[in-house]
C-alpha cells in the first residue's frame, strides 16, 4: 500500500523557517517525480515546488529565493525547506508524486505574529 507521510508544519513568526518532510513508502521512491502543494482556506491546491529523479526543481514564483525543494533516496524522503516565510505562505502542505492522484494528510503550516 502507498503512503506518504508529511511531518514539520507548525506555527512561525514571519521572517521564520521551517522544514517539511515527507516519508514515501509501498513504491519505489527514487524513479518518482516528488513534489509540494499547498492549499489555503477557500482556495485550489497550488503546486510549490517539484523535484525530479535527477533533481532538477522548479518552483512556484512567489517562493523563488525562499523556498528550497530536495530528496534524499536512501531514506524515501522529500523535503522543502521554507525561508523568509510570509503570512501569505499560510496553508495546508502536501507531498505528492506523479501523476499527482495520492496525497498525504498534509501538515498544517500557520505564518503569524
Known amino acids: 500500500q502507498v503512503q506518504l507521510m508529511e511531518s514539520g508544519g507548525g506555527l512561525v513568526q514571519p521572517g521564520g523557517s521551517l522544514r517539511l518532510s515527507c516519508t514515501v513508502s509501498?513504491?519505489?521512491?527514487?524513479?518518482?517525480?516528488m513534489g509540494w502543494y499547498r492549499q489555503a482556506p477557500g482556495k485550489e491546491r497550488e503546486l510549490v515546488a517539484r523535484?525530479?529523479?535527477?533533481?532538477?526543481?522548479n518552483y512556484v514564483d512567489s517562493v523563488k529565493g525562499r523556498f528550497t525543494i530536495s530528496r534524499d533516496n536512501a531514506k524515501n524522503t522529500v523535503y522543502l525547506q521554507m525561508n523568509s516565510l510570509k503570512p501569505e505562505d499560510t496553508a495546508i502542505y502536501y507531498c505528492?508524486?506523479?501523476?499527482?492522484?495520492?496525497w498525504g494528510q498534509g501538515t498544517q503550516v500557520t505564518v503569524s505574529s
Open positions: 523535484i525530479t529523479l535527477s533533481s532538477s526543481t
Open positions: 505528492s508524486f506523479n501523476p499527482w492522484v495520492r
Open positions: 509501498g513504491i519505489v521512491f527514487s524513479v518518482l517525480e
